[in-house]
């Protein structure tokens, strides 16, 4: 089944040029997609446009389809979107709200419909699978850029979306880390989660079991 279609999709930033242009793919569920190109290829901005953060959240001018499980992300509110693709931002600064580790991670469950019991439980099985669990009285502000994106990656998963977007994830992590994250990467891919990695990193994309190479907004191969 398929759980993302794209069809001719182009956007472009409010008054800017065009950032994405004609792109066209489709995903199956469970697959794990390698996304690489140059800097300011549009890897981003496309990453935005699977989440519905393009067009519900930054505007500009979009055109074709983005389709999560047949449905038209222009027609779906990005709440619901959310519950379904989980992204991880490439400045994890964009997605801490909260005083501490633990309430940053129950901070998107708390308005889900459930129990404070099963709240903590996913939030320490989160912690857990990404190693933070000593961090998790911490406030994520004062955290190391690596220390950040580990939060970020746990309250992603917390929600337990069946996409998941790791935009450079494993960029600001040393190598202790990123291995731990690629272990859970695949784990989730063994449970059936879809993935897709946007990496300059060879090693993350070893991964993939197909890659999409981005130019100039285009997809070249
Ligand atoms: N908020 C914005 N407003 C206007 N233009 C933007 C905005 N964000 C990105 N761009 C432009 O869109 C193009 C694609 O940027 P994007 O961030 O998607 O690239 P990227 O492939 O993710 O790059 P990197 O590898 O550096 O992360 C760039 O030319 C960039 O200048
Ligand atoms: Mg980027």
Do not use: W
């Not at 409010?14 to 994405?20: S, T």
């Not at 055109?63 to 519950?83: F, H, S, Y």
């Amino acid at each position: 089944m398929k759980v993302l279609q794209v069809e001719h999709l182009c956007y472009s930033y409010h008054l800017g040029k065009q950032v994405l242009r004609d792109i066209t793919f489709e995903l199956e569920s469970g697959n794990l997609l390698g996304i690489t190109g140059t800097n300011g290829s549009g890897k981003t901005t496309l990453c935005y446009c699977l989440s519905g953060i393009i067009p519900h959240y930054l505007g500009g001018i979009m055109e074709g389809k983005v389709l999560i499980n047949g449905r038209d992300t222009k027609e779906i509110p990005l709440g619901v979107i959310a519950r379904e693709v989980g992204i991880i931002f490439q400045d994890p600064n964009l997605q801490i709200m909260m005083p501490t580790v633990e309430d940053e991670l129950a901070f998107g469950l708390e308005n889900r419909g459930i129990t404070p019991a099963l709240i903590r439980e996913r939030i320490y099985e989160a912690m857990e699978l990404v190693g933070i669990i000593k961090l998790k009285d911490e406030n994520p502000v004062h955290l190391s850029g690596g220390e950040k994106q580990l939060v970020a990656i746990a309250a992603a998963l917390a929600l337990e979306p069946e996409i998941i977007i790791f935009d450079e994830s494993l960029s600001m992590l040393d190598e202790a880390a990123q291995n731990r994250i690629i272990s859970v990467m695949e784990r989730l891919n063994k449970i059936g989660k879809t993935l897709i990695l946007v990496e300059h990193t060879p090693k993350a994309l070893k991964l993939a079991k197909k890659i999409l190479v981005m130019e100039d907004g285009k997809i070249i191969t």
